[in-house]
């Protein structure tokens, strides 16, 4: 059905995009989002004029938190697009990257948790604090479960 590529030379993907009407849930994959330029996911409690507009997880690191016995899945971090085949924090601050048809580029690098999440309680750990990114928006587009993802700058 798409007629655009899904697999590029390095082999980092999108393996599921997410959204959640409500802060404070764990957000559904869904067939595809729509990124708005300056604004991020369309449709999901956590888009906004901030620098935190789009939420990024590999999911390697979500697979490091299933080995440690939990049963957890693209979304349950809170994360708009999980990744596959990229190791997301090795990317410096003001990177921009190419996903799907729309354009980000990173605005900060983990996050500080000021409350512990249900996954911390249950595994002791969480992975988004030191594993996960933010981006904002500089392109709109469509992002789908398969989209490339290329490095630009």
Known sequence: MEDRPKEGGSGARVAAVCVSERKGERKKPVPSVAL???HGVLGDAHAGDGHRQVSLLASES??????KGLSVSAGDFAENVTTEGIVLPELPVGARFRIGEAVLEVTQIGKECHTRCAIYH???DCVMPREGIFARV???GKVSP???IERIT
């Open 36 to 38: 708005v330029a300056d």
């Open 146 to 148: 398969g989209d490339v």
């Open 122 to 124: 249950q595994a002791g």
């Open 138 to 140: 500089v392109e709109p």
């Open 62 to 67: 979500i697979e490091k938190m299933r080995q």
